[in-house]
């Protein structure tokens, strides 16, 4: 006898990239920056912790959402904070969908989205990028049922992004709120921000997990319209931030010279990893994140990620429905990233 509702237990569930533990391992493969975070976001959070943790926090995170409006040039009332990027989906996906309802989202992309469906009892309208990473008029095409679109920007694996004045089109050719996804936008060279006050269906999120360095400390915020923010604020957990993320966010966020040196350091080495990968064969695609997809045309790539796991460097390898696989890189330090370039180069 089962408790659990048809759809949960039909369902795969998000599987994240490895975790191991102990540093035995160089991680390039789940997109973590490989440098510390700011000075400042360690001296917040002691600080908090000296104040004392016997209180609730700021259920919005108030200090944060007046600190990040004057950094993207929004009133914080714009701002809905949340316990890392996935956080802020999940309480889009059961804001606008119902059982039945369709969420669309492109092909290869972020794999949560359709996890996040499928918890929903949703229908998963999938559509495939051309070969160029574009995105043709069926990510547009109107249907009564659909709810709700994804679109990571810039995507992954591919690390493309779309430039915001196609996103605007999307948005506008759309029946449904459509998802900005810009995790790694602080490494693209244009951001969709300025979108949310054109069009009340354009909802951005970002986390501070990659460009600020603290994937462990699980913060991120969205962007809409402040009537979209109301509505969405009633679905979040009560406290879905605690006081030490929300000290350490905003110290992070008022460091933007430490987030632009930082900025600065991973392009560079991106670069030199991109140019390395094609040397070595790869079809390698030009990136506007911090990590590179990697398929190559006429060698499998999943031995060579098994042979690089067992010379201790983690990468990942990915495998989508209707297209090529593809070992995805993250950028890691210039030592790092010469480690597992030698390494590749002696396994192929």
């Known amino acids: 006898m089962s408790f659990f509702r048809s759809n949960i237990e039909q369902m795969g569930g998000y599987v994240p990239g490895e975790q191991p533990q102990g540093d035995k391992f160089i991680k390039l493969n789940t997109n973590e920056n490989p440098y510390s975070c700011s000075p ?67 092909n290869p992309s972020y794999v949560l989205y359709r996890t996040l469906a499928e918890i929903q009892g949703g229908q998963c309208d999938v559509v495939s990028y051309q070969p160029d990473w574009s995105l043709g008029p069926a990510f547009t095409a109107g249907d009564a049922r659909l709810k709700l679109a994804y679109l990571a920007n810039p995507n992954s694996p591919s690390g493309t992004a779309l430039a915001p004045q196609q996103v605007a089109e999307i948005a506008d050719a759309l029946p449904c709120p459509l998802v900005v996804d810009e995790a790694y936008v602080d490494f693209a060279d244009n951001h969709c921000i300025s979108l949310v006050a054109e069009n009340e269906k ?14 462990g400390l699980r913060f991120g915020f969205l962007v809409g319209q402040p009537h979209m923010i109301e509505q969405l604020s009633k679905i979040k957990d009560s406290y879905n931030c605690d006081a030490l993320s929300i000290a350490g966010a905003t110290a992070a966020m008022d460091d933007q010279a430490w987030l632009t040196q930082n900025q600065a350091t991973i392009r560079a080495t991106r670069q030199r990893l991109f140019a390395q990968m094609q040397e070595l064969g790869f079809a390698s695609v030009a990136s506007q994140a911090n990590f590179i997809w990697n398929p190559h045309p ?8 098994h042979k690089l796991k067992e010379s201790g460097v983690l990468v990942r390898y990915m495998n989508y429905p209707n297209w090529e696989d593809g070992l995805r890189i993250s950028v890691g330090t210039d ?6 370039i030698t390494l590749l180069r002696a396994a192929m």
């Open 202 to 215: 354009v909802l951005v999120t970002r986390s501070l997990s990659k460009s600020y360095a603290l994937a």
């Open 298 to 305: 006429t060698i499998a790539v999943e031995p060579l990620y």
């Open 335 to 340: 030592e790092q990233i010469d480690a597992c």
């Open 40 to 106: 400042k976001v360690k001296a917040a959070i002691g600080h908090m912790i000296q104040r004392g943790l016997q209180k609730y926090p700021d259920p919005l995170a108030t200090a944060f959402r007046i600190r990040a409006g004057e950094v993207l040039g929004c009133d914080p009332d714009w701002i809905l904070c949340g316990n890392g990027s996935d956080d802020l989906l999940t309480i889009a996906t059961r804001a606008f969908v119902e059982p039945g309802d369709r969420v669309r989202f492109a």
